[in-house]
């Protein structure tokens, strides 16, 4: 058991590094990262929070109680998203034309490892990147008042502790841990070519909590909170032109949102198992994050700097299936459908998000018993979507009236490859002669 600790507290160590690798493109809704698992990914995450890997520990912590003795399981998601910007006659600067894909390929890794240790007793870890962005535009074009290079990047730790209360009922909690940093640009109404750029960094902090309930061998439902968090951003504000504003020190909170899953696995045969997800997002509280100064308000042009997200909640269904091939090969797929939290009213060209569908393909090969490598495909089909800012928008500013209209076509492709290990795993049957 001592050494099995050992491996889990250096796969902790390394956590930080391997997420350093690559943080990138949000493709759930607003910006957070469903990519947290390559085995739920293949079903689109239809049952996740209910187990089946301890990856779903991300969305429930009592899923730590289904495997026994010391695991671990790693995963990387290459996203690859396309976004085309195309304006309207009627945009201020529709002369400076539309822009290509502003969507940035990335890897999203992460990492779980959890330890039994009593009979009844789990510790976890996981290390993740629940939010991010990164978007890149040019430096002219039509939408520049709205939409620049912008950077979110975010890494979360969160310790947990399960327990299993008895054959049918588990639960677990966790606290987060999270830093994140930012950089986000935006074209000067009144000078071509000009931009502000805000960039910071801060630390959040939260809790996660679940439970699992199996009222019979082949049924398992799984519950399970990711607290809402507070990132406070200290940074800096700097201006190509020189403008009368607040450049130097600026400070601003970005509310991000509890996420509640609910899980179900049923098993119609001993080959066949059917999976479907409930999630709720709680985007509506983001609100609008105010850019701070040490004098007060950050100012450019003596209009206060604010972020007026102004999202809804966000929610997202999807059903699955697996299937054992054999006792060394498992196919899943699932559709899934998210309601976007960005609405029409409130919608930049920045992040172009509105409601999708899902489709996924994935299989786990089982070369031992202690090893399974999982390998997951998704394409995510984006409405096409209208991006008009302008009086009614909260990010337009009457007293600098740049109207921007226009339309985005997106959708995302998403490749993942996981693996998940046993260090102990149980001895193989004895097997006598006749």
């Known amino acids: 058991m001592r050494n099995g600790a050992s491996r889990t507290a250096l796969l902790a160590g390394v956590a930080f590094g391997v997420l350093a690798a690559g943080i990138g493109e949000a493709t759930a809704g607003g910006f957070a990262v469903r990519e947290q698992s390559t085995y739920g990914q293949g079903a689109s995450f239809a049952g996740i929070a209910a187990g089946g890997a301890l990856s779903g520990m991300f969305w429930n912590p009592a899923v730590m109680t289904q495997f026994g003795g010391i695991n671990a399981e790693t995963g990387v998601a290459g996203i690859f998203p396309n976004s085309k910007h195309t304006p309207e006659p009627t945009s201020t600067l529709f002369v400076f034309g539309g822009a290509g894909n502003s969507g940035d390929s990335a890897a999203v890794p992460s990492v779980y490892a959890s330890w039994q240790v009593r009979p009844d007793v789990w510790l976890g870890l996981s290390v993740n990147s629940p939010f991010g962005l990164s978007v890149t535009f040019p430096n002219i074009w039509a939408g520049r008042n709205y939409a620049g290079n912008t950077d979110l990047k975010t890494y979360n730790a969160t310790p947990s502790l399960a327990l299993r209360i008895n054959n049918w009922l588990s639960v677990g909690a966790g606290v987060q841990i999270m830093y994140g940093k930012a950089e986000l640009n ?7 070519g000009a931009f502000a750029k805000i960039t910071g ?15 019979g061998p082949s049924t398992q439902i799984g519950l399970g909170w990711r607290s809402a968090m507070d990132l406070d951003i200290d940074g800096t504000l700097e201006l190509s032109a020189p403008l009368p504003s ?15 899953s609910l899980g179900l696995r049923h098993k119609l045969s001993q080959q066949f198992t059917v999976m479907g997800t409930v999630e709720w997002s709680n985007w509506s509280r983001i609100g609008t994050s105010a850019v701070n100064s040490a004098g007060g308000p950050a100012l450019i042009l003596g209009a206060p700097i604010t972020l007026p997200f102004e999202y809804s909640d966000g929610w997202f269904f999807s059903i699955g299936g697996e299937y054992a091939y054999s006792d060394t090969l498992t196919l899943r797929a699932g559709v899934g459908y998210e309601i976007s939290p960005i609405t029409d009213r ?11 569908v899902w489709t996924s393909v994935g299989l786990s090969y089982k070369p031992m018993a202690n090893l399974s490598v999982d390998l997951a495909y998704t394409h995510i089909f984006v409405d096409d979507t209208p991006v008009n800012v302008g009086p009614g928008n909260p990010w337009f500013n009457p007293g600098l009236p740049i109207i921007y209209n226009g339309s985005a076509s997106s959708h995302v492709d998403i490749l993942s490859l996981g693996v998940r290990y046993r260090f102990n795993p149980p001895p193989p049957a004895l097997v006598t002669k006749g």
């Not at 801060?202 to 909590?209: D, E, L, S, V």
């Open 186 to 192: 935006n074209g000067l109404p009144i000078v071509p």
């Open 346 to 356: 409130v919608r930049t060209p920045r992040l172009p998000d509105n409601d999708r």
């Open 201 to 215: 960094n801060g630390w959040a902090y939260g809790f996660t909590a679940g439970v699992t309930v199996t009222p």
């Open 246 to 260: 607040s450049a130097g020190p600026v400070s601003t909170k970005l509310r991000l949102p509890d996420i509640v």
